[in-house]
């Protein structure tokens, strides 16, 4: 088995070895139960040393890609068994799970009972959202007689709004052309897209901890590694994920540099230069997930802005501030790569979202989009004070001082049960909460919660909170 391995590569040999191995297995080439070469074998053919050979063979093993049977040899591991993203899955799909995962925690919130307070959710309610505009747009749409209501639509999406969202990416100081941007359903499939094009089962990516929960659920479900790197006071641990870098050699690191989820953090120039520095000596891309760009009234730097699209991909969406509904996000990138990634949109989905897009252009271009989010902006800095001494009075306390954004993220006081109990209680009583262990692939943050603050001005979160944290075990 000639493996193809160059001795002058950057790459030690035994990375070239699992590297390319794993690569066979994820292309088929290599079936489950087949049998490898032995080490001898291995070695030989491939004129590396036994030593390195059996390197190679145990970290395969570790990653759960080969098995050992004694006194027979090296075998591709067998079928995986299903994947199932929710821990302690149980048949009952209300029921606590054993830990309050990621995916537990959305389904929970996309509860449509206009009862319950989604404290946990990550959206405005829907008396903040510009409902009037999307039935006007949509009425003018339907009365236009160009409009594209019947046809899939250009590989790319909706050019009108590919060009719309080209002169918004100019005021981040991001140059870009409409065929270097990419339409997608939401943010969230701009991210599965990505995970498609640049992973194999197995590889390593950054993510920060704490960080956006729907991360670790889209790298599990595409069998790769989460490495969590700490969130201080100041942002990322640039030290820590240069640590984790040189030992793990990650292929991508997913992030929000402007506004993090959960913290509120945004980099400030040096550290986003930094990472950059980082990023190019690791060898590791970057998507710079931009989804709250709108709520940030002074935009701080962009890594696609400092990177000239290098090494970074930039994605943002609409759902947060237009319609979930919608579901409207895009990818700006290099163009062979967002041909790439629409070649991998158009496998999968066969499809644009075209009237969807129309909205949302349409919003954008008649001035009634910048509007809306001034307006937004304004009503989260008015419900912001009230709501943190509410919390405050109960013991709660804010990690760091942010001036804007959806979100406050807050420790419980030492008297309090650990924010998953709470949650677990809280959800009887109408309420759904966000521990902070869900954001966190350690687990850690265990005494903090995340608060959507338009989804909690209802005197009823606190109340909830106040009794669940007297009550007894």
Known sequence: MDLGLKSAAPA?????????????????????????????????????????????????????????????????????????????????????????????????????????????????????????????????????????????????????????IRLRLTELDIAVAPDSILLTDGASQA?????????????????DDPGYFNYHAVLRAHRVRALPVPMTRDGVDLAAMERLAAAEHPKLYLANPAMQNPTGLSLTPGQAYRLLNLAQRYDFRIVEDDVFRDFQAVPTPRLAALDGMTRVLHLGGFSKTISAALRVGFIAGPEETIRHLADLKLATTFGNNQGAAQVVHRLLEDGSYRKHVAALREKLRKATPPLRRRLEMLGLKLWTETEQGMFLWMELPKRAPDAETLAARAIGRGVVLAPGSVFSPSRQWTRFLRINIAQSIPARLTEVLAAEMKAKP
């Not at 970290?59 to 591991?77: E, M, N």
């Open 191 to 207: 991210v599965d897209l990505v995970c498609r094009h640049l992973l194999q089962p197995g590889d390593a990516v950054l993510v």
């Open 12 to 164: 030690p040999l035994q990375e070239q070895v699992v590297a390319a191995l794993r690569a066979a297995i994820a292309a088929k080439t290599l079936l489950p139960g087949e049998k490898l070469p032995s080490i001898r074998k291995l070695a030989a053919a491939n004129r590396i040393s036994p030593f390195t050979a059996v390197e190679a063979y145990d970290r395969l093993i570790a990653q759960g890609l080969i098995t050992a049977r004694p006194k027979s040899g090296f075998f591709v591991a067998g079928r995986e068994a299903p994947l199932i993203l929710t821990e302690g899955a149980s048949t009952d799909r209300d029921a606590v799970p054993q830990a309050v995962d990621p995916v537990w925690m959305m389904r929970q919130s996309l509860s449509l009972d206009d009862r319950v307070v989604h404290s946990a959710c990550g959206w405005l309610p829907d008396s903040w959202l510009p409902e009037d505009g999307i039935r006007r747009a949509l009425r003018g749409i339907a009365a236009m007689p160009g409009a594209q209501l019947l046809q899939y639509g250009h590989p790319l999406g909706y050019l009108p709004l590919r060009q719309q």
